[in-house]
């Protein structure tokens, strides 16, 4: 059992889905969600993705450059 998890507002995407969304192959999803840096549910063969977990990591590596990136502006000093 799922510890009591509502998975009734969940949206599921394919592998194919997340690969496009995050513009990479579907063998990367594949290593992803392998190495643990992406949940996923296996149904059967196939796997599936919580929209809101690619949308998290998405947006966590938005951030993560540009935290490495600095302030675009304090670079450039003249």
Not at 2 to 26: D, H, I, P, Y
Not at 34 to 63: D, W
């Amino acid at each position: 059992m799922a510890q009591g998890q509502n998975f009734s507002n969940v949206n599921f995407l394919t592998v194919q889905e997340v690969a496009e969304l995050m513009r990479v192959s579907k063998m990367t999803v594949y290593r992803m969600v392998h190495a643990g840096e992406l949940p996923a549910v296996r149904f059967g063969r196939s796997y599936r993705v919580p929209q809101n977990a690619v949308e998290a990591i998405l947006k966590s590596t938005v951030a993560d450059r540009a935290e490495s990136e600095g302030n675009p502006g304090s670079a450039h000093t003249g």
